[in-house]
């Protein structure tokens, strides 16, 4: 079975600083990751996916992770954060084809302070 | 249609009654997943319909929850004699293969979510 732990319920930053939302995985398998945003009263949005090519992958808004095996981490970063940004961020983890639907973290608050 | 379309937006109950959930998701997409999201929780999985194979249950909390889907079309998720645990919102999904290979691919598609509030 797979899990995400996502640290940090709630991160507050200011606009223009560095974004960093923080996704550990535990998977048996090869995973696949996927970071998630949800806008308010919205539906959830793919950001960005890792499916074992490139280590850093670029999504959308100017948002990147990097897979590191040896961490076993997929953290979410953005080097300049818009007010547009804040929302419900979510890590989710998959093992590729052997079936699985996507295991989803608890999810990350994101505060754009002005 | 071009989203995943979910009614009611909102929804309050008294204890104990009944609520139907509908689910519309993308046309041509063959497999749809519900997910319950709790307050302060990341998403929970219900429940996977994948065309007209048996329906992957494994995820529903307890006999009070069903849901079917009409071949490719419609799902609905009905939460029976509902307790104020159930209080979340409920989010549907669908996505043009099965499961992880939709994940990969074209991802999941997700609607806006009901609100289901248990009073």
């Known amino acids: 079975a797979q899990s995400v732990t996502q640290l940090g319920s709630h991160v507050s930053v200011s606009e223009g600083a560095l974004v960093l939302l923080r996704c550990n995985y535990s998977?048996?398998?090869?995973?696949?990751l996927f970071w998630y945003v949800q806008y308010p009263n919205q539906g959830l949005q793919l950001l960005l996916k890792y499916t074992s090519a490139a280590t850093l992958v670029k999504g959308i808004n100017g948002f990147e992770a990097e897979f590191k095996k040896s961490e076993t981490s997929f953290h979410l970063t953005k080097p300049s954060a818009h007010m547009s940004d804040a929302a419900e961020y979510f890590c989710?983890?998959?093992?590729?084809?052997?079936?699985?639907?996507?295991?989803f973290g608890k999810g990350t608050s994101l505060l754009v302070t002005p | 249609g071009a989203g995943v379309s979910q009614s009611p937006s909102n929804k309050v109950t008294e204890k104990g009654k009944d609520v139907e959930l509908r689910c519309d998701p993308i046309?041509?997409?063959?497999?749809l997943y519900w997910y319950r999201q709790r307050l302060g929780q990341g998403l929970e999985f219900l429940i996977y319909?994948?065309?007209?194979?048996?329906?992957?249950k494994s995820g529903l909390p307890s006999d009070r929850f069903s849901a079917e889907r009409t071949g490719e079309s419609v799902s609905t998720l009905t939460i029976q004699r509902t307790q104020q645990e159930d209080s979340a919102v409920y989010l549907c999904a669908s996505s043009l293969n099965r499961r992880s290979q939709g994940a990969l691919g074209n991802g999941y598609t997700f609607g806006s979510g009901t609100r289901l509030t248990v009073v």
């Open positions: 989710a983890v998959t093992s590729g084809w052997s079936g699985y639907a996507l295991n």
């Open positions: 046309s041509g997409h063959t497999a």
């Open positions: 319909f994948q065309g007209n194979s048996a329906p992957d």
């Open positions: 998977s048996s398998v090869p995973p696949y």
